[in-house]
Every structure is written in C-alpha cells, then in structure tokens.
C-alpha cells in the first residue's frame, strides 16, 4: 500500500496526539510533557531513542536492513507565548502559551512517520534519524541538540536533512512550497541605547536629549536598507521596541531601542553587522551624544540545497500530484533555526499549507496569532511526504 494512504489510515491517531500536545503547550529547550508524548508515541518501535541533556530533545535511529545513506527528519516541538483565542475544542488549557506556529503538527507528524518507516524497516537500504526538536522559537535548539550529536546519531553523517512547516495562512489545506537556494531569512537582533544627560525638558541647550537623536537612528536605518544593499539582495530592518523617558516634562539620560535584521546572504548579513552600529554611533557623534549599538547573530539563512530542493519538489509531484506542490518564486522573511542543520547537511525545508477550508488563505490569521487555526486535514499528507522523502532518497519506492 502506498505511504499516502498508510499515513491517511493512522490520521485519527496521529491527529489525537497533535490535540494533546496542542491542549499542554510548552515554550522553550524545556517540554517534558512534550517529551513524554513523543517517547510515549514511539514506544514498542524498533528504534535507538536518546534525549537531550541540556534540553527535551528526542532523536530517534531507524536502522533498516542495509547498510545505505542516513537521512535526517526533523520536526519541532515548541509553542510561543501566545493566549490562545481560536475556541478549539482542543485548545491550549495553559495560559499564556500556545501552539500558533503549528509546531504541534510537526511533532506528530514525524511520530506519524517514524511509525511507517519502522513497519517497513526490512525493506529500508538505510538509516532515517527522527530529530524532535525543542526551542526553535528563539532558543536555538537546533544548534543545541547538533552540540549534543544529533547529526552522529546513526554513527555516520546524514547525506541529507528534510525539514516540514505547516501555514495556517497563504497555501490552500495540502499545498507544498519550496524553492532551491534561500527558503527563509536569516534573523539578527539590533540592540541600540544613546547616552545623552538628562535635565528640564524645558531648557533642553542644558541637556543631552538622546530622545531625537535615537529617532533619527531609527529613520536613517530605513534609508540604510535603501542605500547601501543591492535591491536585488534585501534586507528588512524592523524597529519593534522602543524606550525613553518616563513623563513630559523630563528629558531622560538615554533612549533604548531593538530592532530585527533579516538578510538572505553572507555578505548582506555581514554588511548589516558594520553598518548599523558605525550608523548609530556617528548619528549620535554628530550630535555631541554616543550610542552602544549591539549586532547579536541570531539564526543563518536557510538555504536549500538546489538538488535536494528539486528532489523534494518531485517527490511531491509523484506522490500527490504536481498541482499540489509550487516553487516559491521568493523566499520567506521569517527564520528557522533548521538553517543550523542545513548549514552542516544539504536538504530542502518545505512549507505546508494547513489554512482550515472555511478561511480564505489569503486573509487568513497568520501563524503566531492567538487566532490561527491549522487543520487537521494537512496532517496525513505532511506525515506521507515526512515517510515517502526517506524511503525515496534512501533509493527505495
Ligand atoms: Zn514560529
Ligand atoms: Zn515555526
């Protein structure tokens, strides 16, 4: 029996564990009771199961008959600190945490997988490693459980690495994207404070007012990103905090403000990190004033591996048709800290649409709203392309 419809036989299963971890969300490196419904999932398959020991990482080693290729799947584990307000019958139970990136799917979608794989385990030419992953939102789990020897599981080097991300907006219930090249940004953190002295607000020549200064900081970066990057390599610099003062009638000491960088090249990103603190530091010189303006390197871009992206993108043609698959003509503003796996490993990162049929995809709640819904619908086809990319690249099916 085709995979699609083994995995579309154990929806029911695969969409109950996805509800309960839905209803415990848990945020960050550390999900026990996550863990537990993973290690509780593959229980009685024949797999080498080890857990993280800075965090609640599972990776799970599918050893088939023959001594072929290792390929890595990996789905994440964590929620955000959202409160929930879809009124689902399964929704979070926990205040303040929710999964509204869908990365309960993803869990219980590669549990779904392993389970397939191991019932064709003798037939397998090779090694599939199950990499659940905690603290994708900001943590970097990813680079952590490499730390912890994630991609030496099976003994010898994965030769490739697929990664799932469910949508709950823009792709219509089961619609694949990918792309080769750049699939989604790399994110940096831009942390600026400018020092000046605080005084009267009325006699501002007595005072260093950092306020107008952080401000012109804050606008000359948005003539930055025009001026200075190739508009055919773009970068998005987004102010989202701003700080200063604490009434009317006093000018403060200093002014704080955070802002994200995102870049799709090594030389955009490496750019971003001269520019913007020479930026910040000679606006506030011009004005008698200084600035400490911190770059932090968050998450790489996320590049898919030409190849493995046109193998991914035919396997989905294969499996459930080529209208149910698109190459993205742009890559995704947002980040994935699976750049750290396909940095080491060539693979392909795949988005799959999981809009609930009555929303318009287009209009749709995006994913980290307390809002978004994903539907249950996407779960078997995410689960088949999950099984049928490892059997596939291990040269079976
Ligand atoms: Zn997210
Ligand atoms: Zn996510």
Redesign the pocket.
Known sequence: MPLRNEAADIAGEIAELRHAIHAEPEIGLDLPKTQQKVLAALDGLPLEVSTGSGLSSVTAVLRGAGSGPVVLLRG?MDALPVTEETGLPYASRIPGAMHA?G?DLHTAMLAGAARLLSARRAELPGTVIFMFQPG?EGYAGARQMIAEGVLAAAGAPPAAAYGL?VTSNRLRCGMFSTRPGPMLAAADQITVTVHGRGGHASQPHRAADPVPVACEIVLALQTLVTRKFDVFDPVVITVGSFHAGTTDNVIPDRATFLATARSFSPEARKALGELVPRLAGDIAAAHGLTADAQYAAEYPVTVNDAAEAAFATGVIAEVFGPEQGETAQFPITGAEDFSFVLERVPGAFVMLGACPPDRDPETAPT?HSAVAVFDDAALADGTALYAELAVRRLGLG
């Open positions: 994440d990136c990365h994708e991300h994913n």
